[in-house]
């Protein structure tokens, strides 16, 4: 379902429900851990300057960084209406995204992106983990010693949630929106009425009490950045879920219902304990008399978090996917959950990895103070990854001037350093979670890059151009026997290894030989009508060559079906026979990519989605052919 068949309405329902369910609920633990931090190196206890100095920096915060930085100037880098990390790299000039000096290397822009997208797989294991326990312990603001629960209880939820994914979001979708309308009313509402009993608390809106804050705390209020960046987390997902919904929708959701009603939620917390500082242990359930209000308040926070979880599963989905295209991940096995959004996928793997992931951070930290510890180095990093990339857009994309793309880039560094500075120091304390996940998924990638393009290299010397294969067929007398045969072909101008391995060892062809090669090409989708280019040659083979975007999904088999009636003479595609190779890559270490990498390569290579999977090919006209390579 694209943006362009839906209303307008109906789409800026769906951004409150999928975009902003990140962002929408990190008022249950942001000015919480804001003020934690402060008290933590204040011997005096929190005064009237330091909430107005937090509430300043939480407020400027989301101007400076979703407002200004993605709404205003992110969300204009859109490949064909899609966003997200590597749209933007898509957009860079093939002179800076592909590598100099040879295919097996990789770019500093790609390198730069890939290292921001797997930050991003960090971030997508702490949200839920972190949205869902803080929730839950609104339980202990009304029954104390039910504290034992709230580990127990966030672990069901969790497992119910990633258990669900499988049934995809589209019978559930509907109703993301309008939880989501309600929360927003709900916490604004609330807001609204403890502002109005502390009206004052509103002069924290001027930027001159968080410039005292930092005066009068120095080091010590500059690592309260730590816990402010949690305000802002989620706005990646802004830019990453541009596609789905469209930047008016978003922006229209964001400034008149999102941001009013956390800006309203975060000064009424601040007005709460302007009044009463004892409500610093848990603001947010004390803006409610205790009582059946917290558990309502309770249950629809829990809906939020969820939904919030959901946001991110989702959108680590879609990353996967698009990485998986562009040839920085293995094939993995997605799988469509809804007829009318493209959107709406599932992968087990990544499912499943990041349910354990989730799991294991809850029974690790407990509560969701100390996971707060582990939180925002991921998505600090991945913003100021994104704004460098966004700079080579600006200035060799666009052709901006030095001046203008340079003065905009060091407004958004002037912001993400600082954050990404503060966030370092909690590495100690739990931040070294997401690093140590952002570097599996960097060392996943670029692994996996390079050794596709070893493997490419490799063929690409041991088959030969095709137009020799071709003269070898006519020339030596190779047997040829009834039917139709489709190769995958990665290259259009070299001859497939898997049948220069069946010359060479079974000396025998179908008479009629389909050399299909699939392209993904740097954009979203690709125009059926420019889809498929097909090229007859001699010696009975044909040249077919499938462009796809890095979000379409290939339908080999549709392909095949698509162009047998124009084939001469025409063919029966249901009595093709799809011949396949599955490499096993050695890893003796004398190979360029060394020992560990190549063994690597290699555990990725086997456990990697098979190509008749990836590829849609039915099993029962496929034959697999098992070739042994050293990189």
């Not at 702490?126 to 127990?152: D, K």
């Not at 959004?341 to 969701?368: D, H, M, R, T």
């Not at 407004?411 to 570097?439: E, Q, R, S, Y």
Request: aromatic residues 8%; contains cysteine; charged residues 15%.
């Amino acid at each position: 379902m694209s943006p362009s068949k839906t209303s307008f309405g109906a789409l800026t329902l769906g951004a409150l429900g999928v975009v902003f369910g990140d962002i929408g609920t990190s008022p249950l633990y942001t000015l919480r851990e804001c003020l934690r931090e402060v008290s933590a190196h204040t011997a005096g206890g929190l005064t009237h300057e330091d909430v107005l100095g937090v509430l300043s920096l939480i407020f400027w915060s989301l101007m400076l960084v979703v407002t200004v930085k993605y709404l205003s100037f992110i969300m204009r880098a859109d490949n064909e209406g899609e966003g997200g990390i590597f749209a933007l790299l898509a957009l860079v000039p093939d002179r800076l995204r592909l590598a100099k000096g040879g295919r097996s290397r990789i770019s500093f822009v790609a390198v730069v992106v890939v290292i921001g997208a797997a930050l991003l797989y960090g971030d997508g294991a702490i949200t839920p983990a972190i949205s869902v326990l803080s929730a839950l312990e609104g339980i202990t603001v009304l029954e104390p010693h039910l504290q034992w629960a709230v580990v127990p209880a966030t672990c069901g939820v969790l497992l119910l949630l990633f258990a669900m994914q499988s049934r995809g979001t589209g019978s559930v979708g509907t109703f993301f929106g309008p939880i989501m309308v309600v929360w927003f009313v709900t916490i604004g509402g609330l807001g609204a009425w403890h502002v109005a009993q502390k009206p004052e608390v509103l002069a924290a809106l001027l930027p001159h009490h968080a410039v005292r804050f930092f005066m009068a705390h120095g080091m010590p209020g500059f690592l309260v950045l730590g816990s402010v960046v949690l305000a802002v987390t989620g706005g990646e997902a802004l830019y990453a879920d541009m596609g789905h919904f469209g930047v008016k929708p978003i922006r229209f959701a964001w400034l008149a219902v999102a941001l009013p009603a956390l800006l309203l939620c975060y000064f009424g917390q601040g007005a709460m304990v302007l009044q009463n500082p004892e409500l610093v242990a848990n603001p947010f359930f004390s803006m409610v008399p205790q009582g059946k209000a917290t558990v309502a308040l309770i249950i629809l926070s829990s809906a939020a978090t969820v939904i919030a979880s959901q946001a991110l599963i989702s959108g680590a989905f879609s990353l996967t996917r698009q990485a998986q295209q562009l040839g920085y991940f293995p094939r993995v096995t997605v799988q469509h959950t809804a007829a009318n959004v493209e959107g709406q996928i599932y992968i087990p793997q990544v499912n499943w990895l990041l349910a354990v992931g989730c799991l294991l951070l809850v029974l690790g930290f407990q509560k969701s103070e100390h996971l707060a510890s582990a939180y925002g180095i991921a998505v600090t990093g991945t913003m100021m990854l994104t704004s460098i990339v966004f700079w080579v857009v600006m200035r060799h994309t666009w052709k901006w001037s030095a001046l203008a793309s340079g003065g905009l880039l060091a407004l958004f560094l002037a912001v993400d350093i600082p954050f990404f500075a503060a966030n370092t120091a909690k590495i100690a304390d739990g931040g070294w979670v997401p690093v140590m996940i952002g570097l599996a998924f960097i060392a996943a990638m670029l692994v996996w890059s390079r050794g596709r393009t070893l493997l490419s290299e490799r063929y690409a010397q041991r088959s030969g151009p095709l137009d020799e294969t071709l003269e070898r067929i006519e020339t030596t007398g190779v047997q040829r026997v009834p039917g139709t045969a489709v190769f995958m072909a990665s290259s259009s101008s070299h001859t497939p290894p898997v049948l220069m391995h069946v010359l060479d060892r079974v000396r025998s062809l179908h008479e009629r030989v389909l050399l299909l090669t699939v392209v993904t090409e740097p954009v979203p989708h690709v125009a059926e009508s420019k889809r498929v280019e097909v090229t007859p040659m001699r010696a009975g083979f044909t040249r077919v060559l499938v462009r796809y975007g890095f979000m379409d999904e290939p339908d080999v088999p549709a392909i095949v079906k698509r162009v047998a009636p124009t084939l001469e003479p025409p063919l029966e595609s249901a009595h093709v026979t799809y011949v396949l190779g599955r490499e096993a890559v050695l890893g003796h270490g004398t190979g360029a990519m060394g020992r560990l990498a190549e063994g690597f390569f290699g555990f990725l290579q086997r456990n990697a989605v098979s190509a008749d999977q990836t590829f849609k090919i039915p099993p029962g006209q496929a034959i697999e052919i098992g070739i042994q390579v050293d990189l």
